[in-house]
């Protein structure tokens, strides 16, 4: 048996848990949430990374859809509110693939009946308005975990790609990780500085988790964990899920990047931009500059550290497809799971390992945040602290 035949094997006992996929954005940027214009029950290789059959044959057995808006939106409440009716339009259109999942009790109830397990986070703190009430609102829509930001602060957190300002969290942003305890919501730190992965950490008795993160000593960006972050998450008992965008896992990537991204700012475009108009802004540059090419091996190197830093018990999967214009060689979209799979096994991973690394670790950390969620509940009411209470 080979390698990738052997990966295929194990995914089908033990499949992906995806931390992060942007289908919900891609859907909305390019046809304004008509599915039927991108029905994903067929072939959407030509607009998207994601559909259901590349979803099966990459042996994808959950996700976390994220609802992911901008932080410069106008209404970014009522963009998230969207965000999570397109999750749940593809849940009903397509339920014999698509199961909700609210629980990691409904995750493996999903394995069990061969469907994807579909749950959501909601990628940014802009998306609470400063709103505790907000954030229960969104809980009880189905969201599961919050980042704390996305690319720019927010009042109460610093960011990774944004100057300090809170100096990682303020007293209101302990607030909220302490009321998403309470929820039984998970803590995501990808985004965020690493003076505030340090703060949510010390502030949250539940397990935290990086959605769609990699390792900085690996590849030297912001948006990567440092190395003592990664060596508290046994104590912590959260996951880390390596991502596979190119400019996060490969340093050359990075410095192209950088110059790719002033490029479309000289164009009047939005870095992130993914529209056709703005991709061919990128595709004018890279013929010019050809782009560095991350590997599947890329990404194991990430892997590879970051099981020496924090523990195999301790690493998931956050491939970010939908949300990157780039992928990596052998990764190109959600099929490629078991190339990943296939290479760590080379590397000298155990099958036992990978199953931690596709399924159970991530199954895990949902349960233990829902867990301590259940003891805060009986001794502790819902917090309506507000940010000018506390941050002055």
């Not at 909305?28 to 998207?48: C, F, G, K, N, T």
């Not at 990774?160 to 969290?169: F, H, N, Q, V």
């Not at 199954?363 to 805060?376: F, S, T």
């Amino acid at each position: 048996m080979t390698s990738l035949e052997a990966a295929r094997e194990l995914l089908s006992e033990f499949p992906v848990v995806d931390g992060h996929n942007d289908l919900p954005w891609a859907l909305r940027e390019q046809v304004r949430y008509d599915l039927d214009a991108r029905d994903i029950a067929a072939d959407q290789s030509a607009h998207l990374h994601t559909d259901l059959p590349r979803l099966r044959a990459g042996g994808v057995g959950a996700q976390y859809w994220s609802v992911y808006v901008r932080t410069d939106s106008p209404d970014p409440v009522a963009a998230t509110l969207e965000q999570i009716d397109c999750v749940r339009q593809l849940l009903v259109r397509h339920p014999g693939d698509l199961r909700p999942a609210l629980t990691a009790a409904d995750m493996e109830t999903a394995r069990g009946e061969g469907r994807i397990a579909s749950l959501m986070g909601a990628e940014g703190g802009h998306s609470i308005a400063n709103s505790l009430g907000t954030l229960r609102g969104l809980y009880g829509l189905g969201v599961r975990y919050l980042t704390l930001t996305h690319n720019d602060n927010v009042d109460w957190a610093d960011s990774a790609t944004d100057e300090p300002k809170a100096g990682g969290l303020t007293a209101f942003g302990r607030e909220v990780v302490r009321e998403m305890n309470r929820l039984g919501m998970l803590v995501d730190l990808s985004h965020v500085a690493a003076t505030t992965m340090r703060d949510a950490i010390d502030t949250s008795s539940a397990p935290v988790i990086f959605s769609h993160s990699s390792a900085r000593a690996v590849c030297d960006h912001p948006r990567n964990i440092p190395d003592d972050v990664l060596e508290r998450l046994p104590a912590n008992g959260g996951v880390a899920m390596v991502t596979f965008v190119p400019k996060f896992v490969l340093q050359a990537a990075v410095d192209w990047t950088a110059a790719a991204d002033e490029n479309m700012r000289a164009h009047d475009f939005h870095p992130l931009d993914t529209t056709a108009e703005a991709m061919k802004v990128h595709r004018v540059f890279e013929e010019r500059h050809p782009r560095p090419v991350a590997t599947v091996s890329t990404v194991a190197d990430h892997l590879d550290h970051m099981r020496e830093a924090a523990g195999v018990d301790h690493l998931g999967i956050g491939g970010d497809y939908d949300g990157t214009a780039f992928t990596p060689d052998g990764l190109s979209d959600v099929s490629g799971y078991p190339n990943l799979l296939a290479e760590l096994l080379d590397r000298g991973w155990s099958k036992a390992d990978l199953a931690k690394l596709t399924w159970k670790n991530a199954v895990r950390v949902l349960d233990a945040a829902q867990d301590v969620a259940r003891g805060l509940q009986a001794t502790r009411s819902s917090s309506n602290v507000r940010i000018e209470d506390v941050d002055g």
